[in-house]
């Protein structure tokens, strides 16, 4: 008998000055005793604060950490620990994240080990681990290289996206975010192609979830590009219904393809030379054209979408040297090779992979 289990996100709150409603969430989930609330140290921690108050309020006690360190140093896992060793120690009954990427990572991760609810509160759109039971690449990495990569990553169990919060963050966060949605088109013709010749299972809700929120973006460029309210708000709906179609295929194959293989040995790379990598996200728009390339699709497209909210398209845009970006498209199967995309049929030495991001305008 075949068995599909689902963690998905039992409330979503989306709109300005929705943080008042977190008491109110909570209460709903029959939360009781200590929250543990996990912010940056600057912007993040001003938002941690008011959620901080709010929930004082209503006579629900928070403790709080600060995590300001960053997945790329391996003194970062320390940090993680130190935080969940106080949340153990005080007996934290549910974990807050207020932040981006880096914060909402280490909250899940923290709310994991601890194996109790966790509430994401987005401060950018720069991702979609806004709702997804996954954490970043580079995080799992130095996790398995300590042996604590077998961790299973809890989906949070309520999303408070509060507008007015997102709305003021830089530009280059919706960049991103746009960037890591746009890879969807790619993500799921990597997943078809698994399925058609690898007999991979298969989800065909997830999958449509998952272009329906790259098609949403297409929709509405124009408004996104603006960063005027609604464009946030078709952003982080987009966003969440990614994360969601992951929790739905119990994976991240909705979300994540060949373009976010090339991303991760960007990240690699950058470990290795010394080299700044960009955005997430932003790297995955760049593998997404060359994965449609490769996919035999509309490359031009992706790069056109990419180019109307003046997303990076090549070397000299993103300002990584070009023979980074050779040597990424070349590891790039290597990242995981249990995991079938395009770069599986592909056999790429330098001259194939200089000759493709040429044809594709990327150096």
Request: hydrophobic share 40%.
């Amino acid at each position: 008998m075949l068995i599909d289990y689902m963690e998905i996100p039992r409330y979503v709150v989306m709109g300005p000055k929705v943080l008042e409603c977190i008491p109110d969430i909570c209460s709903k989930l029959g939360f009781k005793g200590l929250g543990y609330i996990v912010s940056g140290s600057t912007f993040t921690r001003k938002i941690a604060e008011k959620v901080s108050g709010i929930l004082e309020g209503y006579g629900i006690k928070t403790a709080s950490a600060m995590v300001v360190g960053n997945p790329r140093y391996d003194r970062f896992l320390d940090e993680i620990r130190a935080i969940y060793t106080y949340a153990k120690k005080i007996d934290a009954k549910f974990v807050v994240g207020v932040g981006g990427g880096t914060i909402l990572d280490t909250a899940k991760l923290i709310s994991s080990w601890l194996n109790t609810p966790f509430i994401s509160i987005p401060t950018s759109t720069a991702h979609d681990g806004i709702a997804s039971p996954a954490i970043s690449f580079l995080l799992r990495y130095k996790l398995s290289i300590y042996g604590e990569g077998d961790t299973k990553i809890i989906a949070p169990i309520a999303i408070v996206a509060d507008i007015d919060v997102i709305k003021d963050e830089p530009y280059h966060m919706v960049v991103a975010g746009f960037g890591d949605l746009i890879a969807k088109y790619t993500a799921v013709k990597d997943w078809r192609l698994a399925v058609r010749e690898r007999g991979e299972e298969y989800s065909e809700y997830a999958a449509s979830m998952s272009l329906m929120s790259a098609n949403l973006l297409a929709k509405h460029i124009s408004s996104i590009r603006d960063k005027s309210v609604y464009g946030i708000r078709v952003l982080v709906k987009a966003l969440i219904g990614s994360g969601v179609a992951m929790s739905i295929a119990g994976s991240s194959r909705p979300a994540s393809g060949s373009e976010h293989l090339f991303s991760h040995a960007l990240d690699l790379l950058s470990l290795r030379y010394g080299f700044e990598p960009r955005s997430h996200g932003i790297q995955c728009g760049i593998g997404s054209i060359i994965s449609m390339y490769l996919h035999g699709g509309d490359w031009r497209r992706i790069r056109s979408l990419l180019l109307s909210v003046k997303a990076p398209v090549d070397s000299k845009t993103l300002g990584i040297d070009e023979n980074y970006l050779i040597e990424a498209l070349i590891e790039a199967s290597k990242i995981r090779p249990e995991r079938f995309t395009i770069l599986s049929k592909v056999k790429l030495d330098r001259g194939r992979a200089e000759a493709i991001l040429t044809e594709t305008l990327i150096i």
